[in-house]
């Protein structure tokens, strides 16, 4: 595989990297939660656009609309009745309560779902594009356009928008936030909701390119830590910036030391990161 | 010697004498129970004592049953496999929480939680030498027998038990248990009195991974047979946090009662609910730090008298 | 007068801002120092940079003899540099004997906790706070929790003692009680740096005064001379004053 062909793949595969880790990258960032459902959000994501799909032909791009509201309002509720009584106890009680919430979501899944792995298959198929040498199956395309095109809208949403600014001024200092009359309470369960909006939206995506199984949720959630931590925590250019890093990466290290030691490679990139630069490539303090 | 400490060597005895009433199946769940107690109980010396969530465990005792079993592959006796285990482990930990115990809060959870991701890709693509995803087995011991052997592992796994207790009791009633409150207090204030902290918190790290680790190597040898997925599941990393936070953070007795409770609930719930036991565990967890923050050591009549009082 | 700390062109900066430039300076044994200067001067960096919490980027710092520019934190403890904290910092959930046990323990090599205890209770005493000996420092009222921080900088057998504002957010009679244990420290040889916002105190303790302004020593010397220095005057009440004050003198 020449050097083009990689590059490209590493932009569509960072893409999407950006995009299943952004949701997780605001609710770490503006909560101080890692959230340990996000994995299990992007499965159910993905189990909505193939159930969609293959029941009422709704294409995955429509799926998308369907999902943000859905889970928006499944991650702000979850945050109202759960996560808000216990948001000042220590990192170690959070950390715990989202993973047992997340057994519950991941068993759930496998009750209902099966652990089978399945595929969302477009017919007729899209097809590929080809430049030159270099190949891209279109849905991927599209897959990597949408991904961007979310990342840009939540951009926009911090940047624009008044719930925007009230969430970002609650990353920067929550007691002052407070001292201005944001109700940092709703402010929380509204990122929560966006978190897991954009999980939801990300397994949508997902869906058209890979395997779907509850057994895929540790890996996605996988991902989102090293993006998080290589592009540093707190902003929407720096989970692009990790997404394309470790998307890189992984493409190199799989051409020279085989696929098997991709994932191998990225988590020991993370170790690395965390203990020389546990800012990140782009790691500030506001959340823009 | 506290009270409480009196009380953990006695139901440590307790447990001991577990054979003379049970068999096959007592005895399978005894050994576990002491498994679960030897990660709980490590698990609090970095965790519970020094304030550090750590989520290395199921990489210690991954790490522990791969050590053994290749050795034992080798043919190298139990007891050699299970030292080498054991001191191997304490010194891999030692080095890495000189680099690892830098982070604090969410940082070292992540990075404690990779290091179980990356030891097992790690071993999963060392194909030649651990099976990789086939798995390793593992040579069968003398042939002597189930109930023997079973006999056997119980008591191998609970005389680690009684080192990993008496190891607690030593750290906690030392300068080193000191230290590690000290830093979980306030760690600024405790490297301003003179505590060199790095050193205090690579030895509790290195001390928390040895017993698991020499855990994991009888396991191996119980079971005969361990892959990556099984032995480097994240659920061992945190089961004894929720074992610990069962039983009441920081305190010995308390995380130990904390294992052996929970190894109960999840008997209960593993037989009666099969497809759905890894639910119901997360509901338990969920409940438990809900309404039961500071663990049964809370439940004590004093504190449930001023509670109730307080409502 | 032998001098025990000397900061050789010791400059720190964060990111940009310019902590401390290029400050040379001298304590000598069994002095008492004041070291004042406006808020954000750098006054409490200097302390921080000579213990090791954000070492120098650049210049020496000696101690003792010994070059300590690189030292850790920990390391400078055990040499005997100790320091009371601004903000204090007990370990909340210790009991105040354990506290200054702590400090007594860590400090000093071959100790053990049974003897680090009596040693505290000793130091307890000193501070006035024996009676209080077995409560958690969260409960002790804030003049206490000052006290209780001497405490502990004493149990650490220091050389060098830097007390950082003891007297901020007391009342005059508690600032009485802490102004009469520093002359008594004083009076017993250990070598004191004091930061302080309470002019009467410094001129009643000190023997010599340091002034920090943007970073930047500005003046050095015997306390009367030091207040009537015009930089200073017009680092501390700005250019307009020190002018109308220089046309009236």
């Known amino acids: 595989m020449h050097a083009a062909q990689i590059l490209v793949n590493a932009v569509v595969l960072g893409c999407l990297y950006a995009c299943i880790a952004i949701g997780f990258s605001l609710v770490w960032g503006v909560l101080n939660v890692i959230n340990l459902i996000h994995g299990s959000f992007i499965v159910l994501g993905a189990y909505l656009a193939f159930g969609l799909y293959n029941a009422l032909h709704i294409s995955p791009w429509y799926s998308i609309a369907v999902a943000a509201p859905l889970f928006f309002v499944l991650g702000y509720l979850l945050q109202r009745l759960l996560l808000n009584r216990v948001i000042t106890a220590p990192v170690l009680v959070t950390l715990t309560m989202t993973f047992g919430l997340d057994l519950i979501l991941n068993n759930a899944m496998i009750y209902f779902f099966k652990a089978d792995y399945r595929k969302l298959t477009l017919t007729p198929s899209l097809g590929s594009v080809s430049i030159f040498d270099v190949v891209v199956p279109v849905d991927r395309l599209i897959a990597t356009v949408s991904a961007l095109a979310l990342t840009g809208l939540l951009y926009l949403l911090l940047r624009r928008s008044r719930v925007g600014r009230a969430i970002v001024a609650v990353r920067l200092d929550r007691d002052a936030a407070v001292l201005m009359g944001v109700d940092v309470k709703s402010i929380y369960a509204i990122a929560f909701g966006l978190g897991a909006a954009l999980a939801g939206c990300a397994g949508v995506l997902m869906a058209l390119i890979f395997p779907i199984s509850p057994l895929t949720s540790s890996g996605y959630l996988g991902k989102a830590f090293v993006v998080c931590v290589l592009g540093g925590l707190g902003s929407v250019s720096g989970a692009l910036a990790g997404g394309l890093l470790l998307a890189l990466v992984e493409g190199i290290g799989s051409t020279f030391f085989g696929p098997a030691h991709a994932t191998t490679l990225s988590f020991i990139l993370l170790i690395v990161f965390l203990i020389l630069r546990p800012q990140g490539l782009l790691g500030r303090k506001g959340f823009e | ?311 | 007068m032998s001098e025990i700390l000397r900061l050789e062109n010791v400059s720190r900066h964060f990111s940009g801002l310019q902590a401390l430039r290029d400050v040379t300076l001298t304590v000598n044994r069994g002095e008492v120092l004041g070291l004042i200067g406006p808020n954000g001067a750098g006054k409490t960096t200097l302390v921080n940079t000579i213990c090791g919490v954000t070492p120098a980027n650049s210049g020496k710092i000696t101690f003792d003899g010994k070059d300590i520019t690189r030292i850790k934190t920990y390391q400078a403890a055990r040499l005997g540099l100790s320091r009371t904290f601004q903000i204090v910092q007990p370990f909340a959930e210790f009991t105040a004997l354990d506290n200054v046990a702590a400090a007594a323990l860590f400090s000093q090599p071959g100790q053990s906790l049974k003897m680090a205890r009596e040693q505290a209770m000793a130091h307890l005493v000193y501070v006035g706070l024996e009676l209080q000996a077995n409560h958690p420092a969260a409960t002790l009222t804030l003049a206490m929790r000052k006290r209780l921080e001497l405490a502990k900088a004493l149990a650490m057998k220091p050389k060098l003692l830097f007390l950082d504002e003891v007297n901020a957010g007391l009342n005059s009679a508690e600032v009485e009680r802490a102004t009469k244990l520093i002359h008594e420290l004083a009076a017993s040889g250990i070598t004191i740096v004091m930061i302080e916002h309470l002019m009467k105190v410094v001129l009643n303790v000190c023997t010599r005064i340091a002034v920090l302004h943007n970073g930047a020593l500005i003046a050095d010397g015997a306390p009367r001379e030091v207040i009537e220095n015009p930089a200073v005057v017009e680092a501390y009440l700005g250019q307009q004053y020190a002018k109308r004050n220089v046309a009236r003198g």
């Open chain 2, 1 to 311: 010697m506290t009270k409480s400490n009196i009380a953990l060597l006695v139901l440590l005895a307790v447990v001991a004498s577990l054979p003379l009433f049970g068999g096959a199946y007592a005895l399978r769940l005894g050994t576990i129970a002491c498994m679960y107690a030897i990660m709980a109980l490590s698990w609090n010396v970095v965790g519970g004592f020094a304030g550090y969530p750590s989520f290395a465990t199921a990489a210690f005792f991954g790490f522990g049953a791969y050590t053994a079993g290749v050795l034992l592959n080798k043919g190298l006796p139990l007891w050699l496999c299970v030292v080498i285990a054991a001191v191997t482990a304490l010194l891999i930990a030692a080095v890495l929480g000189a680099a690892l115990l830098r982070l604090r809060g969410h940082y070292f959870a992540i990075a404690s939680l990779s290091l179980v991701e990356v030891l097992r890709e790690l071993v999963n693509n060392a194909t030649d030498l651990t099976g990789g995803g086939m798995g390793l087995n593992i040579p069968l011991g003398s042939g002597s027998g189930v109930l023997a052997e079973a006999m056997f592992f119980f008591y191998a796994m609970w005389i680690l038990l009684l080192l990993t207790v008496l190891m607690v009791m030593a750290v906690a009633g030392s300068k080193l248990g000191f230290g590690l409150a000290c830093i979980r207090q306030n760690e600024t204030a405790s490297s301003m009195v003179g505590l060199n902290t790095t050193l205090y918190k690579s030895i509790a790290f290195g001390l928390s991974a040895c017993f698991v680790s020499a855990a994991g190597g009888v396991y191996a040898a119980w079971v005969h047979y361990i892959d990556p997925s099984d032995v480097f599941d994240i659920l061992y990393s945190v089961k004894p946090i929720v074992m610990a936070l069962m039983g009441g953070l920081g305190s010995p007795l308390g995380v130990a009662c904390g294992a052996f409770l929970y190894l109960g609930l999840e008997e209960v719930v593993w037989r009666n609910y099969i497809q759905i036991h890894t639910g119901v565990l997360g509901l338990i967890i969920v409940l438990l730090l809900l309404f039961l923050p500071h663990g049964l050591i809370s439940l004590r009549p004093a504190n449930l008298w001023r509670r109730v009082k307080h409502v």
